[in-house]
């Protein structure tokens, strides 16, 4: 989805940066995109959420090329992968998913705030109802359950939107912090779970439906 995601806003007019882990991968994705001629450019960057030290290198890029930032959606996400570990040591889901975000976030923030109503666009799931904070083993050692480290992404995902848009209005800030949930859509995204790839042709909706949530949540006035 978030490749149709940055292909809608191009198609506006809007200047996307397309912030990938495989610039491999990245750069064949963003030509697909010019090859439609949209009147927006797309610009490839490197970013690996699951890596801080990366977030920082993003972010220090960002900053020397762009004076502003009207959007920040943060749509990298990892889906009930066998156990694994971010660069820092975090469990791989709430690594990736929650505080390589969180990181992202605050450190543009100044940025945002400073552009004047700007938007933070957080793709979260309705998988947040299966999970719970577990504060004390946020890493899951031990008796690791996929599904539920997953929810508990997700719902990381939506108390930190929640107390981030609190924060700025409290402040007097005019950006606006929103979640979306993409709803069930078929993407590489579920390339971990069996059950997701069998049932996708039947009950699945495409990848340009599944953007739909996110691209509202990032421009409807």
Avoid at 30 to 36: F, M, S
């Amino acid at each position: 989805i978030g490749w149709d995601t940055a292909r809608m806003l191009a198609q506006k007019g809007a200047t996307v940066i397309m912030a990938c882990r495989s610039l491999d991968k990245a750069n064949p994705a963003a030509d697909r995109i010019r090859a439609l001629k949209p009147s927006g450019k797309v610009i490839v960057m490197q970013l690996d959420l699951g890596d801080l030290d990366s977030v920082r290198a993003f972010v220090n890029e960002f900053r020397s090329q762009y004076n502003c930032l009207d959007l920040l959606i943060n749509n990298a996400g990892v889906m009930m992968p066998p156990y694994g570990k971010t660069r820092q040591g975090f469990e791989l889901q709430f690594g990736t998913n929650h505080l390589g975000h969180f990181a992202l976030t605050g450190l543009l923030i100044d940025m945002l705030n400073t552009t004047g109503n700007a938007r933070i666009v957080t793709v979260s799931s309705g998988a947040h109802n299966f999970g719970d904070i577990q504060f004390d083993n946020l890493n899951w050692e031990g008796n690791y359950n996929p599904t539920r480290a997953y929810g508990q992404s997700k719902l990381a995902n939506l108390l930190f939107t929640y107390e981030l848009h609190r924060k700025l209005e409290a402040t007097g800030h005019n950006t606006l912090a929103v979640a979306a949930h993409p709803g069930w859509t078929a993407t590489n995204l579920q390339q971990s779970v069996g059950f997701f790839r069998i049932l996708n042709p039947f009950l699945a909706q495409s990848a340009d439906m599944g953007a739909w949530p996110t691209v509202y949540a990032a421009t409807a006035l």
